[in-house]
C-alpha cells in the first residue's frame, strides 16, 4: 500500500521547521524550492517534515498563519515536483525526545496538554485532510520511556477519531516507545483503521551509527567502530525487525521506518555498506522509509563528505 500510495522512498527535511532557533532567517532559508527540486531528482516519493508545535501554535493555543504557511508552501512545493509529503509533529507542548536541550514535560500526565494536542490535530486535519492522496500525518515523534506506552495508546485511540472527522482517508503513522524502536512497535495496540500505519526509527547498531555523539548517554563519543566490527548483518535487521513485521501481519497493516541513517563521523564506505545491508532487509519486506536527513544536522546526505559516493547512496535509501 504504501508503495501505491507514494510513501514508500522518502528523505527527512530535519533541521528545518524542528530542531532549530526557530528564527525567521533559519525557518526562510534553510530549505527553498531548489531543495524540493534536488531531491524529486533521486527517485524517491515523499518528504518528511518534521515540525514542532510552537511553530504553528501559541501557549494560549491560538494558532499561527505565518507558521502553518511555511507547511502550506513545502505542499505547494511537493505538488510542483510531483512528491508527497509526511506531516510529522517532532514535538507537542509537553513532550520532546530530547531530554537533553528541550524543557517539554508532562504530556503523558496532563489532560489539558493531551487535549491540545487532539486540537491541534484536528486543526492540522481540517487544514490538509481533503489532500489525503498527497499529504499523511505522523501523530508525535519518538515516544521515550516504556512508562508511556499505556499512556500513548490510549491518546492515539482518543486523537485518531477527531482526525477522523475531517480526514477520513488520510494515512496515520504511529510510532511507539524507546524512540519509535522496531523491537517495541508490537507494544502498539491494534490500528484503529486500515488507514493507520505502524512506525519505527532504526539507528542500529548504535555503536555504529551513532559513535561520536555528544547528545546520548548511551555513547561514549571518543569511541570509534568499524563497520566490519558492529555485527551488523542482513540476519542482524531481520531479527530487528521481526516482531514488528510480525504485528503488522497481524492485522494486516503497513510497516514504515520514518528515520534512519549514518552519522558523519563514518566513512563514506562504510556508510554505503550500512545502507545497503538495512536496504535489502527493507526491499524484502515491503517496509517504506524516509532516510535521516537531507542536509547537515550531522547525517546530512547532501554534505560533502558523501559526494563520491552520493549516486550509490542514493539508489539505497
Known amino acids: 500500500m504504501l508503495k501505491e500510495k507514494g510513501f514508500y522512498k522518502g528523505i527527512n527535511f530535519g533541521g528545518w521547521l524542528s530542531q532549530c532557533d526557530y528564527s525567521k532567517e533559519h525557518l526562510d532559508t534553510f530549505i527553498t524550492e531548489a531543495d524540493f527540486e534536488a531531491v524529486s531528482k533521486w527517485g524517491i516519493d515523499h518528504i518528511r517534515i518534521p515540525f514542532d508545535?510552537?511553530?504553528?501554535?501559541?501557549?494560549?493555543?491560538n494558532y499561527i498563519e505565518e507558521g502553518f504557511a511555511y507547511l502550506d508552501n513545502a505542499f505547494r512545493l511537493c505538488r510542483k515536483y510531483g512528491l508527497n509529503l509526511l506531516l510529522d509533529l517532532h514535538k507537542t507542548a509537553g513532550?520532546?525526545?530530547?531530554?537533553?536541550?528541550?524543557?517539554?514535560?508532562?504530556?503523558?500526565?496532563?489532560?489539558?496538554?493531551?487535549?491540545?494536542?487532539?486540537?491541534?490535530?484536528?486543526e492540522i486535519a481540517r487544514r490538509y485532510g481533503s489532500f489525503h492522496e498527497n499529504i499523511a500525518f505522523e501523530l508525535l515523534n519518538e515516544v521515550t520511556d516504556k512508562a508511556?506506552?499505556?499512556?500513548?495508546?490510549?491518546?492515539?485511540?482518543?486523537?485518531?477519531?477527531?482526525?477522523?472527522?475531517?480526514?477520513?482517508?488520510?494515512?496515520?503513522?504511529?510510532?511507539?516507545?524507546?524512540n519509535n524502536a522496531?523491537?517495541?512497535?508490537?507494544?502498539?495496540?491494534?490500528?484503529?483503521?486500515?488507514?493507520?500505519?505502524?512506525?519505527?526509527?532504526c539507528y542500529e547498531p548504535l555503536k555504529f551509527t551513532h559513535q561520536g555523539a555528544y547528545w546520548t548517554n548511551d555513547i561514549i563519543p571518543e569511541e570509534r567502530v568499524a563497520f566490519e566490527d558492529s555485527g551488523c548483518t542482513a540476519d542482524y535487521f531481520e531479527k530487528l525487525f521481526s516482531t514488528a513485521i510480525a504485528k503488522a501481519e497481524e492485522f494486516g497493516a503497513e510497516l514504515y521506518c520514518g528515520e534512519y541513517g549514518v552519522i558523519d563521523v563514518v566513512d563514506a564506505d562504510s556508510t554505503i555498506k550500512w545502507y545497503s545491508t538495512i536496504n535489502s532487509v527493507l526491499e524484502k519486506h515491503g517496509i517504506g522509509r524516509a532516510a535521516w536527513t537531507y542536509k547537515k544536522m550531522d547525517f546530512g546526505i547532501t554534505?560533502?563528505?558523501l559526494d563520491g559516493v552520493r549516486d550509490v547512496l542514493l539508489k539505497l535509501i
Open 53 to 61: 508545535y510552537n511553530i504553528v501554535e501559541r501557549d494560549c493555543g
Open 303 to 305: 554534505d560533502s563528505r
Open 95 to 122: 513532550f520532546s525526545f530530547d531530554y537533553y536541550s528541550e524543557n517539554e514535560s508532562g504530556f503523558f500526565e496532563n489532560e489539558k496538554y493531551q487535549e491540545r494536542f487532539c486540537m491541534l490535530w484536528e
Open 148 to 178: 508511556f506506552i499505556d499512556s500513548w495508546n490510549s491518546i492515539v485511540r482518543r486523537v485518531i477519531p477527531r482526525i477522523r472527522k475531517y480526514a477520513p482517508d488520510t494515512l496515520i503513522f504511529v510510532g511507539s516507545y524507546h
Open 182 to 201: 522496531a523491537d517495541t512497535v508490537q507494544f502498539l495496540d491494534k490500528p484503529f483503521d486500515s488507514n493507520v500505519v505502524y512506525n519505527m526509527h
